[in-house]
C-alpha cells in the first residue's frame, strides 16, 4: 500500500513536470484570407519553442501553444509583425504590411491617439475648467471664441 502510492506520487511529480511551462494562448490577429492563414501559422511556428499555430479567418484568433521557458507572447507578436500583420498588443510596421499582395491587405486599426487632438469639446471643457489659462494654450485657441 505504501509502495503504491509513493509510485503515485511520483508519477503525479512527472506529470506535473512535463506539462510545466507549455501554455496555450489566444490572440487577436488582423489578416483576411487563406494565404493570410498560412503566412500567419508558418511565422508563429517558425518561432522557437511554439508547438502548434492555428489561425482562423473568420474570428481573427489566432491560438497558440508554447513552451513559456523558450519564448513569450511578445516574442510571438514580433513574428506575426515581421511578415505584415497587425496584433491586438503590437503593430505590424508599414513597411511589413505594404508588401503583403493585394488581397491580403486587411483594414488597419487607426493608430491610437491620433484623434485626440481634434476632440473640440474636450479641449473647450478643460479649458474652462482651469480658467485663468484660457487662450494661453494653443488647444483654446479660436475654439472658445467661436463657440460665443
Ligand atoms: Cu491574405
Same mark, same amino acid.
Given at each position: 500500500?505504501?509502495?503504491?502510492?509513493?509510485?503515485?506520487?511520483?508519477?503525479?511529480?512527472? #506529470?506535473?513536470?512535463?506539462?510545466?511551462?507549455?501554455? #496555450?494562448?489566444?490572440?487577436?490577429?488582423?489578416?483576411?484570407?487563406?494565404?493570410?492563414?498560412?503566412?500567419?501559422?508558418?511565422?508563429?511556428?517558425?518561432?522557437?519553442?511554439?508547438?502548434?499555430?492555428?489561425?482562423?479567418?473568420?474570428?481573427?484568433?489566432?491560438?497558440?501553444?508554447?513552451?513559456?521557458?523558450?519564448?513569450?507572447?511578445?516574442?510571438?507578436?514580433?513574428?506575426?509583425?515581421?511578415?505584415?500583420?497587425?496584433?491586438?498588443?503590437?503593430?505590424?510596421?508599414?513597411?511589413?504590411?505594404?508588401?503583403?499582395?493585394?488581397?491580403?491587405?486587411?483594414?488597419?486599426?487607426?493608430?491610437?491617439?491620433?484623434?485626440?487632438?481634434?476632440?473640440?469639446?474636450?479641449?473647450?471643457?478643460?479649458?474652462?475648467?482651469?480658467?485663468?489659462?484660457?487662450?494661453?494654450?494653443?488647444?483654446?485657441?479660436?475654439?472658445?471664441?467661436?463657440?460665443?
Amino acid at each position: 500500500m505504501k509502495k503504491l502510492s509513493v509510485l503515485f506520487a511520483s508519477l503525479m511529480m512527472l #506529470t506535473i513536470t512535463s506539462f510545466a511551462g507549455v501554455k #496555450t494562448e489566444k490572440l487577436k490577429v488582423y489578416g483576411k484570407c487563406g494565404m493570410c492563414e498560412s503566412r500567419i501559422e508558418t511565422a508563429v511556428k517558425a518561432v522557437d519553442g511554439v508547438s502548434t499555430a492555428d489561425w482562423d479567418k473568420d474570428t481573427k484568433m489566432l491560438e497558440v501553444t508554447f513552451d513559456e521557458s523558450k519564448t513569450d507572447i511578445h516574442k510571438i507578436n514580433k513574428a506575426v509583425n515581421a511578415v505584415g500583420h497587425d496584433t491586438e498588443m503590437m503593430r505590424a510596421e508599414d513597411k511589413a504590411y505594404e508588401n503583403l499582395p493585394g488581397c491580403c491587405k486587411y483594414d488597419r486599426a487607426p493608430m491610437k491617439g491620433m484623434k485626440m487632438n481634434h476632440d473640440q469639446s474636450d479641449a473647450g471643457s478643460s479649458c474652462k475648467s482651469k480658467g485663468m489659462e484660457m487662450g494661453t494654450k494653443s488647444c483654446c485657441n479660436g475654439k472658445t471664441d467661436a463657440k460665443h
